[in-house]
């Protein structure tokens, strides 16, 4: 009865300190976290001056505040484009590109998602995972294909990085600019060196 006692007690106590961790906020020194994961299929090697452009506009699923939204939408877009650029690819007009780009920005998902988000995100399976529940990270995707891959669920690379959002510390926006370059660069990195 004695170790039954002792089992139980170590059992309740390390329930309850696991609960304790698990309830603190995130501190400070962990925003500069970023997670990266991607994957591209085989024999997928750009050439510098390779052709791409837009699909679609950001896609933004998710409960963001209005401001990053907009923030978002102006400044990854361009972001995105001006890197890929600075990699050798060349932005034209949709209707003769080799390469489609697209791209979502997902934050908390407490809220349905409407059609058109469900859409392009289903054009090339940009997601691990959107159900309804929360995340402590907000994560940007991007993909790359080609016209006649869009819709087929296996784009040439795709890469998703995933960074806490700090929202609530109220930071600038050169600051929150900063993160976001850092993001898109983590991202960016996975990309197959150009020929």
């Known amino acids: 009865m004695n170790t039954i006692f002792k089992v139980t007690m170590i059992t309740i106590i390390s329930a309850f300190l696991l609960t304790g961790c698990l309830s603190q906020s995130l501190p400070e020194e962990r925003l500069p976290e970023y997670s990266v994961i991607s994957v591209q299929l085989p024999g997928f090697k750009p ?23 907009d923030l978002a939408t102006v400044e990854i877009t361009a972001r995105v484009q001006q890197s890929l650029s600075d990699k050798g690819f060349t932005f034209i007009a949709p209707a003769n590109s080799r390469y489609v780009l697209l791209a979502a920005l997902i934050g908390n998902m407490s809220d349905e998602l409407l059609d058109e988000q469900k859409q392009l995100l289903d054009l090339a399976r940009m997601y691990p995972m959107l159900g309804g529940g929360a995340y402590e990270r907000d994560m940007l995707i991007l993909a790359l294909t080609t016209p006649e891959k869009v819709g087929d669920g296996n784009p040439l690379w795709k890469a998703a990085v995933e960074v806490y959002s700090a929202d609530e510390l109220n930071l600038s926006k050169a600051a929150k600019l900063e993160r976001l370059d850092a993001a898109i660069s983590q991202l960016l990195s996975t990309l197959p060196d150009m020929i």
């Open 47 to 69: 050439q510098r001056g390779d052709t791409v452009s837009w699909l679609n506009d950001l896609v933004i699923a998710g409960d963001l505040s209005a401001e990053i939204e």
